[in-house]
Structure formats: structure tokens, C-alpha cells
């Protein structure tokens, strides 16, 4: 079982940025792939970043792609979602996941471990 915290969440005005950080305690950090997720009120949460064990490989939903960018740390058991451009419908509660296996899974069905969230807030 992975425990998983994560922090930087806020309110920022829209073009702004936020770096989101999560610290992951208890299975060997470098073992298996992370996530980024995502709800916003009244809808579905939504797959957000992906990387794999190693930082190689990364995936991000289409809203996403060329704003925000996943990064870990396996040396501090951290993983960061960089998010720049921030528009008012990326408003939402901001969940890391850890992943069942090593790869980059992008369904919330190939991660384990979930964080409590973060909020995050971008005001037009």
C-alpha cells in the first residue's frame, strides 16, 4: 500500500501558474508509474498525467497537453504536476494516484493508491 499527500494547491487568477507536489510513502517509490486526476463539482473524475517508474514516459489528457507538465523525483519519493495557463475549467479538485504497475497507466483502473486532493481554483 502507497500513502500519498499532496500539496500547492490554491487559487490563481487564469494564466497564471501552480506546481502541485505529492509525497508517497510506503511501497519502493521507483517501482511504479504515477497519476494526476481530477474533479471538477457536479462531474466525473478525469485522468489529468501519467509517468512511468523511470520519467521517461509520459502521457496527459488533451486539455492539458502543452500547459502542464508531470515529473518525479525518485530520490525524494515526489511527484510534481507543473500547470502554466491556467484556465478557469481546470478549476477542480486535484487527486494523485499511484500506479499498479511501473508503465504510465492513463485509466483511473491501473492506479492502487489515491491521495486525499488538493483544490485548485483559477478565477477569470
Known amino acids: 500500500q502507497v500513502q500519498l499527500v499532496e500539496s500547492g494547491g490554491g487559487l490563481v487568477q487564469a494564466g497564471g501558474s501552480l506546481r502541485l507536489s505529492c509525497a508517497a510513502s510506503?511501497?519502493?517509490?521507483?517501482?511504479?508509474?504515477m497519476g494526476w486526476f481530477r474533479q471538477a463539482p457536479g462531474k466525473e473524475r478525469e485522468f489529468v498525467a501519467a509517468?512511468?517508474?523511470?520519467?521517461?514516459?509520459?502521457n496527459y489528457a488533451d486539455s492539458v497537453k502543452g500547459r502542464f507538465t508531470i515529473s518525479r523525483d525518485n530520490a525524494k519519493n515526489t511527484v510534481y504536476l507543473q500547470m502554466t495557463s491556467l484556465k478557469p475549467e481546470d478549476t477542480a479538485v486535484y487527486y494523485c494516484?499511484?500506479?499498479?504497475?511501473?508503465?504510465?497507466?492513463?485509466?483511473?483502473?491501473?492506479?492502487?493508491?489515491w491521495g486525499q486532493g488538493t483544490q485548485v481554483t483559477v478565477s477569470s
Open positions: 494516484a499511484a500506479g499498479r504497475r511501473p508503465n504510465s497507466a492513463t485509466t483511473a483502473g491501473g492506479f492502487g493508491s
Open positions: 510506503g511501497r519502493t517509490f521507483s517501482s511504479y508509474g
Open positions: 509517468i512511468n517508474w523511470s520519467g521517461i514516459s509520459t
